[in-house]
């Protein structure tokens, strides 16, 4: 499984943020796969947002489930991630990640994209 990030790479505080990340090598509707979003502050440890599920279900961070969406189109193989009301704390690297099963710690998944740059400033 390949993962790819894309998205802009500024974006101003309270603005609402738009990741895409492409999937190749396996389909998101098959198998026992979620497929995840993670980030990491600069000087920080990693943190799970929120994940989507092979059959569709979604699942939340607590403390980001309100600003957060995780979104999907099937057809294109392709997970989104939507965050809304951005901080300056919301500067992060943001990957895109698959594991079988829900995870709910970072480290025990195992693949992932590059990451994609995000930073909030006006």
């Known amino acids: 499984v390949q993962l790819q990030e894309s998205g802009p790479g500024l974006v101003k505080p309270s603005q609402t943020l738009s990741l895409t990340c492409t999937v190749s090598?396996?389909?998101?509707?098959?198998?026992?796969?979620?497929w995840s979003w993670i980030r990491q502050p600069p000087g920080k440890g990693l943190e799970w947002m929120g994940a989507?599920?092979?059959?569709?279900?979604?699942y939340y961070s607590p403390s980001l489930k309100s600003r957060t969406t995780i979104s999907r189109d099937n057809a294109k193989n392709t997970v989104y991630l939507q965050m809304d009301s951005l901080k300056p704390e919301d500067t992060a690297v943001y990957y895109c990640?698959?594991?079988?099963?829900?995870?709910?710690?970072?480290?025990?998944?195992?693949?992932w994209g590059q990451g994609t740059q995000v930073t909030v400033s006006s």
């Open positions: 989507t599920a092979y059959s569709g279900s979604t």
């Open positions: 990640n698959a594991d079988l099963g829900l995870d709910y710690d970072p480290l025990e998944y195992d693949y």
């Open positions: 090598g396996g389909s998101i509707t098959t198998g026992d796969y979620y």
